[in-house]
């Protein structure tokens, strides 16, 4: 039993060490997922997702399977995927549109798009004198606790009481506010393409490593070495190779030493936020039109001040990392102790020009999709760790690098100058962790 | 008939080559500016500007083989193999300067430890005749399981 081995769970955690059960014991995966995952806010998906009235998409919130619903008035729900009568799920596919109401496959209970009765065939007939009718709460599908969105992106909580969203996602709000400043027209649109990626690995071992700066240099120098062979034989040729080899070949270029430079920020609630390398900011014909267009949109001093912001990531805990500069998103769906799911997701700069958004894309099908040059490497290490997380060889993962170093200001955690691989972020997912957990 | 039985050939040893790993061959297979490219959506029309599984050129094709032929890439050292079968292969257009437009079924086993996966789906190849034979303008894969979620994901090209 779970509780003859661990009595007080905030025992598992130190500082800078975490129990192994963290990450494989199925007791706690569960209660993980009522503590956390059920309660704080969880990205759902962007508002262009659904544009039009009657959209809807599915998407697990926690162990619960939801929908994200525009309704007529343009307000966005999100409802649990059942029928309140008897348990039905309500929409079977993964997306699409469901007219001017959803409509039950069993027995034809009617809803509007926002969980209300709407009819029951005979009612009359079948249900006068009975406490189930339209006056019934229970007759209608039921709505995630709360609701909200930040520049399009929409979140849910199912619990009804908590911060708000903004009070919850503090600094991490630069994610958003980065990626839709971003646009000349302040906005940006889905693009309607979701890769999904299974990983034999718990979601933790996924968020730990979107910000461990050390590991690019080691794992993923397979790739970056074969992509700068090609990018110098390419820049022999024409002069000038596309941006998309330097984001490869920058997982090479940049050597383990280097890394170090780079600084990770580490807020309340577990939000992370890794400072760029990449050098997005080239002096090529292209950028230069797209920095014209943000002058003329912003102002010359804004367009700069919206420009020069050099993030690489912004971990959003426990399921959301975001790469502003690129538009694009990974949220991330624990399906099991041993298996998560990663939707990933690209956005187009409303405004931008097409080159812009062709570059962000190159880097989403070569980074993010299920052919990736990148990630086949991670989620090898992946289920790697967590086969050997699994063993009775060790108690500990560790999370020691440069541990006590870190300095302490402002209400949030920064990796000290030249520390920039120290395993901050994952202490301080860790500590929201146990706050969590504690219930 | 010589055409028909030209074109089998060469779609077997595209397959023949991706299953010995013979990954330059294969490379060799595709025109200068030849592009391999799988679909993140079967509705799609052209490879050029959207989310793609694949959507290689010569280039990016070199940077993946450089990778998996890299002693570091980790994903790559488990026992890992491949059996392509190709068939149902019908030549569906004919141009005057020999170009060819083929459609063709292909079912790829893939053994990973200790894990066996299936994918199945159909070749679209453009071929233009060279001196050296047939080369690849386009190969558009489309898998009937491209847009289910990934139980990890692809190594090198199906």
């Known amino acids: 039993m779970l509780q003859e081995r661990i009595a007080d769970l905030s025992k598992c955690v130190e500082p800078d060490r975490v129990r192994r059960e963290v990450y494989t014991e199925p007791q706690i995966f569960e209660l993980e997922m009522q503590r956390i995952h059920e309660r704080v806010w969880i990205y759902c998906g962007h508002e262009s997702q659904v544009a039009k009235p009657g959209d809807y998409y599915t998407v697990q919130v926690g162990r619960q399977p939801m929908l994200m619903v525009r309704g007529p008035d343009g307000s966005v729900s999100i409802l649990y995927n059942r029928c309140p009568h008897r348990g039905n799920m309500m929409c079977g596919d993964r997306h699409g549109n469901a007219g001017e109401f959803f409509r039950c496959s069993y027995h034809a209970w009617t809803f509007h798009h926002d969980g209300r009765l709407r009819s029951i065939p005979m009612m009359e007939s079948g249900y006068s004198g009975t406490r189930w009718g339209p006056d019934n709460p229970d007759c209608s599908m039921k709505r995630a606790a709360r609701v909200e969105s930040y520049r399009g992106f929409v979140f849910a909580s199912l619990a009804r009481d908590g911060p708000s969203l903004t009070e919850f996602l503090g600094a991490s709000r630069v994610a958003f506010d980065d990626m839709c400043d971003r646009a000349p027209g302040g906005e940006v649109e889905i693009v309607p393409n979701c890769f999904r990626v299974i990983q034999h690995s718990n979601w933790k071992i996924f968020l730990e490593n979107q910000l461990d700066a050390l590991h690019p240099s080691v794992v993923h120098q397979s790739t970056g070495r074969a992509a700068r062979d090609v990018e110098k034989a390419i820049e022999k040729k024409t002069g000038r190779a596309p941006l998309s080899y330097h984001m490869l070949s920058a997982f090479a270029t940049v050597t383990i030493d280097k890394w170090d430079v780079f600084q990770t920020f580490n807020h309340p609630h577990g939000h992370c936020i890794l400072g760029g390398y990449m050098g997005l900011r080239p002096k090529d014909p292209d950028t230069l039109a797209y920095e014209k267009i943000m002058q003329k949109a912003y102002g010359k001093q804004r367009a700069e001040q919206i420009l020069g912001v050099n993030i690489h990531h912004v971990l959003i805990y426990p399921g959301l990392s975001v790469q502003s500069p690129l538009q694009q998103l990974r949220a991330v769906r624990p399906l099991g102790v041993d298996r998560t799911l990663t939707e990933i997701w690209h956005f187009r700069l409303k405004g931008a020009p097409e080159a812009i958004y062709r570059r962000s894309l190159a880097y989403y099908n070569l980074v993010n999709s299920p052919a990736t040059l990148i990630n086949a490497d991670d989620l090898e290490n992946f289920w790697k760790c967590h086969q050997g997380l699994s063993s009775d060889g060790g108690d500990w993962v560790t999370f020691g690098r440069h541990y006590g170093r870190d300095i302490e200001k402002d209400g949030m955690v920064e990796t000290a100058p030249n520390c920039g691989t120290s395993e901050a972020p994952m202490r301080n997912q860790m500590k929201a962790w146990v706050q969590y957990m504690r219930g | ?158």
């Not at chain 2, 330059?24 to 799988?38: H, T």
């Not at chain 2, 257009?93 to 790829?108: Q, W």
């Open chain 2, 1 to 158: 008939m010589k055409t028909q039985h030209e074109v089998e050939q060469f779609l077997y040893r595209q397959a023949e080559l991706l299953d010995s790993k013979r990954w330059q061959d294969w490379i060799d297979l595709f025109a200068r500016d030849g592009v391999y490219w799988m679909p993140a959506d079967p509705a799609q029309k052209h490879w050029d500007g959207v989310p793609s599984i694949f959507a290689e050129d010569r280039n990016l094709m070199t940077v993946r083989m450089g990778r998996v032929l890299h002693p570091d890439a980790w994903s790559q050292r488990p026992l890992w193999g491949t059996n392509h079968v190709v068939s149902n292969v019908v030549i569906q257009k004919t141009s005057r300067n020999g170009d060819l437009e083929v459609r063709s079924r292909f079912h790829m086993m893939e053994l990973r430890r200790d894990d066996v996966r299936h994918f199945a789906g159909s070749y679209s190849h453009h071929l233009v005749k060279t001196k050296k034979g047939y080369r690849i303008k386009l190969q558009r894969v489309d898998m009937t399981n491209a847009q289910a979620a990934y139980d990890y994901v692809l190594q090198v090209w199906v």
